[in-house]
C-alpha cells in the first residue's frame, strides 16, 4: 500500500464520529468489543465491528484475541504520523503568518505579507 493510500485510509477512519469515539475510548485502555458496544448503545454490535474493521484496516486499532474475546488496543503512531507530516507544519506555516501580520499591524514597513513573486525593481520613481 502507497503512502497516499494509507494516509487516505487513515483520513477516511478518523472522518466518522462513531470511529473517534471508540479511538477516544481506547485512550483510557484496551477494550473489549462488547465494552466498546456498550459505551455506544445507539449502535448495534454488527456496526460497532465494521466501524473497528476501518480502524484496524487503518492500522488504529490493533486487535489481540484471548480466548473468546477481542481485545482491542489503540495504536496512536499512524496519528502521530500525519501530525508531523501535515499538522505540525501548517501550525508552523499559520504560526508565521499570524507573526507576520501582527507586525504589519503595528507598522513595521517593508514586511510582506507574502515573498514578492516575478517582480523587478526598474530602479525608476
Request: with cysteine; net charge neutral; hydrophobic share 40%.
Amino acid at each position: 500500500m502507497s503512502m497516499d493510500d494509507q494516509d487516505d485510509a487513515l483520513f477516511k477512519a478518523l472522518g466518522h464520529r462513531a470511529r473517534r469515539r471508540i479511538l477516544d475510548a481506547l485512550k483510557a485502555g484496551p477494550r473489549t468489543t462488547g465494552m466498546l458496544c456498550e459505551l455506544m448503545p445507539e449502535l448495534d454490535r454488527c456496526t460497532v465491528m465494521q466501524h473497528l474493521k476501518v480502524l484496524e484496516e487503518a492500522g488504529l486499532v490493533i486487535v489481540e484475541r484471548r480466548g473468546r474475546e477481542r481485545w482491542n488496543h489503540l495504536d496512536a503512531l499512524p496519528i502521530h504520523g500525519i501530525h508531523e507530516r501535515w499538522i505540525g507544519p501548517y501550525a508552523a506555516y499559520a504560526a508565521a503568518m499570524l507573526s507576520r501580520l501582527k507586525r504589519m499591524s503595528e507598522g513595521e514597513a517593508g514586511v510582506p505579507m507574502h515573498e514578492p513573486t516575478g517582480t523587478k525593481e526598474t530602479g525608476n520613481a
